[in-house]
């Protein structure tokens, strides 16, 4: 048992949000939007940062003063080039990365916002139903979705509603991230499709990762 705060648990989903950037964002990352300002969204784009280097950060949050204090620990952190967003549509509008860690419960980025290219890691939703961030057109006009779990996908997350409501059909998402990563499934295939994961967390994930930690205080 890890009396951590949930530490294992963000890194174990930052993770899997680099992951997925990695095998589905364009190669070039010029300008990365976060919706958001809480541990999760700090974390993705510490994350992201491994495997791709970001030129500018744009951030919006609920509220000014924490997105204030988002982009100043970035600065701090990693010297960033990042600024505070007057509103979600001007955050996410040159994007060709976001990152949606939010807790919100209606949706957030209409579809119309998105540039061709861009890659959306949505985060924010976890194993509960009732989370969203994303308009359904967004999932409409996703040239590629992957999951992290079928299963899960299909009972929490941006790809449940979609499915429930009858606004994409299941032949829209493409997969899960394990296929993605053991080329069973394409994942990107053209640098102007619009790609999208959609990521609930697997347990399984903690467990790799909280083993690894145990592993590394043994040793």
Partial sequence: ILIDNGYISSIRAAAAGALAANYLANRHLQHVAVIGSGNQAYMQLKSLMQVRPVSTVSVWADSPVQADSYARKMIEDHDLDITIAPSIEQAVQ????????????????????????????AIGSTKQPMKRELYLDVLQRADVIVTDSDSQGHAAGEVHYGLKVGAIPPAKVQGNLGQLIAGQIPGRTDPNQITLADLTGLDTQDTVVATLALEKALF
Avoid: F
């Avoid at 949606?100 to 998105?114: D, E, G, H, N, V």
């Fill in 94 to 121: 040159a994007a060709d990365l976001i990152i949606a860690a939010t807790y919100s419960q209606k949706p957030l980025i209409r579809a119309a916002w998105l540039k061709p290219g861009v890659h959306i890691t």
